[in-house]
């Protein structure tokens, strides 16, 4: 089936470490998203690519890289530099990026820094 | 002033209430409206998709976008329990690169 994979589901980092979520798509879309969200604040933008190896800064990008290498791969590092990861992470697809195509979404990664 | 308003609620209703969910806007470039319903702990999934203005209904759901106010709803007809998770709207004008979403809904369907 398409969709898109999120991994790992749950992640434990340890204050000053790096961690890496993947999101892989097999719907051939152009354009993917990292959100992050809190409760109570809806979905913040961290990275988008429209395509393949360029990407843009979205609203909360300090202190997160972003890679796409590959079409179908968006990975998301957290770096030691983000002062509060803990949160919940989802990555999202569009057809391309610039239509009025909606877009879907990964089932999301939980980050927690202990 | 945020670009998309939505009333994080909670909002609880009874089972077999109808549902009133809104979200409003200031940018009037907005053409392409969106509905997404999230489960706790799961990614969001589309609900509704809506090109400027006007009614679409889908089974028990009813999306209606008033672009003159800038304003759009989600109404669900027969609430029942597992409709219960948060609501977001999301929208974006013609070659909008990203969309921009609401706060969320949280909705309760009561048995």
């Known amino acids: 089936d398409g969709g898109i994979t999120q991994s790992p589901k749950y992640l434990f980092r340890k204050e000053g470490q790096n961690v890496t979520l993947s999101c892989e798509q097999n719907?051939?879309?152009?354009?993917m998203y990292w959100y992050r969200q809190d409760p109570g604040q809806g979905l913040r933008l961290i990275y988008y690519s429209q395509i393949v190896n360029d990407f843009q800064k979205g609203d909360i990008a300090e202190g997160y890289s972003v890679s796409r290498e590959k079409k179908e791969s968006f990975p998301l590092t957290v770096t030691s530099a983000q002062k509060n990861p803990t949160a919940f992470y989802l990555c999202a697809s569009r057809e391309d990026g610039f239509s009025g195509n909606t877009i879907y979404f990964g089932e999301g990664s939980w980050l927690t820094v202990v | 002033q945020k670009e998309v308003e939505q009333d994080p609620g909670p909002l609880s209703v009874p089972e077999g209430a109808i549902v009133s969910l809104n979200c409003t806007y200031s940018n009037s470039a907005f053409q392409y409206f969106m509905w997404y319903r999230q489960y706790s702990r799961k990614g969001p999934e589309l609900l509704m998709y809506t090109y400027s203005s006007g009614n679409k209904e889908d089974g028990r759901f009813t999306a209606q976008v008033d672009k003159s106010s800038k304003y759009i709803s989600l109404f669900i007809r027969d609430s029942q329990p597992s409709d219960s998770a948060t609501y977001l709207c999301a929208m974006s004008g013609q070659g909008a690169q990203k969309l921009v979403f609401g706060q969320g809904t949280r909705l309760t369907i009561n048995p």
């Open positions: 719907l051939n879309h152009d354009a």
